[in-house]
Nanobody
Framework: QVQLLESGGGLVQAGGSLRLSCAAS????????MAWFRQAPGKEREFVAG????????YYADSVKGRFTISRDNAKNTVYLQMNSLKPEDTAVYYC??????????????????WGQGTQVTVSS
């Protein structure tokens, strides 16, 4: 069983930055593809960014490309999401997800084995 714990959410003004962290309990963290998803009120959960097990490949939703950066530190069992130039439409609960079955991250929610509890990000205009 893998436990994921997100942190770093909060309230920020439009144009500001936040860095989310997700600490994982897995001993084999380095073999997991990792991703961030988000869910805004009244909307479905959506893919934001994904990272392959070796960090060789990254993937982003078009809505965040150029503003968000996903990275990982396998020595610390942690994945990060650096969010810059935040917009009010980025307001959502952000979830970290881990997939132990594949090297490259999927954009599909059902592919992920483990989820964190989520952290709220609110961007004011």
């Amino acid at each position: 069983q893998v436990q994921l714990l997100e942190s770093g959410g909060g309230l920020v003004q439009a144009g500001g930055s936040l860095r989310l962290s997700c600490a994982a309990s897995a001993r084999t963290f380095s073999s997991y593809a990792m991703a961030w998803f988000r869910q805004a009120p009244g909307k479905e959960r959506e893919f934001v960014a994904g990272l392959s097990a070796s960090s060789s490949s990254t993937y982003y939703a078009d809505s965040v490309k150029g503003r968000f950066t996903i990275s990982r530190d396998n020595a610390k069992n942690t994945v990060y999401l650096q969010m810059n130039s935040l917009k009010p439409e980025d307001t959502a609960v952000y979830y970290c997800a881990a997939d132990g079955g594949r090297y490259y991250p999927s954009k599909e929610i059902d592919e992920y084995d483990y989820w964190g509890q989520g952290t709220q990000v609110t961007v004011s205009s």
